[in-house]
């Protein structure tokens, strides 16, 4: 059973830095399109990052400069690399993407940005 499990979420000030991570566990055959999305309370979740099997990435635009977007398709982990961090970007972030051809969602990680 094909699981992804994020991590590295937290608390940080506003300015700061953080890198989450996302593992996929399992037998895993086939990595694809990897995104990441996030979620505030009361709003939509919202896509945030996603990066292709030939490593091309799209942010949005509220992110775009700022965030990050990898793979490391050998240890079978994306990383979400966040820099200037805003208040406005605490959220529930979450993985997603195509494994094993199936799309797959892991739990999420908080991270909450003070100002």
């Known amino acids: 059973q094909v699981q992804l499990v994020e991590s590295g979420g937290g608390l940080v000030q506003a300015g700061g830095t953080l890198r989450v991570a996302c593992a996929a566990s399992?037998?895993?055959?086939?990595?694809?399109?990897m995104r990441w999305y996030r979620q505030a309370p009361g709003k939509q979740r919202e896509l945030v990052a996603t990066?292709?099997?030939?490593?091309?990435?799209n942010y949005a635009g509220s992110v775009k400069g700022r965030f990050t977007i990898s793979r490391d398709d050998a240890k079978k982990v994306v990383y979400l690399q966040m820099n200037s961090l805003k208040p406005e970007d605490t959220a529930r972030y979450y993985c997603?993407?195509?494994?094993?051809?199936?799309?797959?969602w892991g739990q999420g990680t908080q991270v909450t940005v003070s100002s």
């Open positions: 997603n993407g195509r494994v094993n051809f199936k799309d797959s």
């Open positions: 399992g037998s895993i055959f086939s990595i694809g399109v």
């Open positions: 990066i292709t099997t030939d490593l091309s990435t």
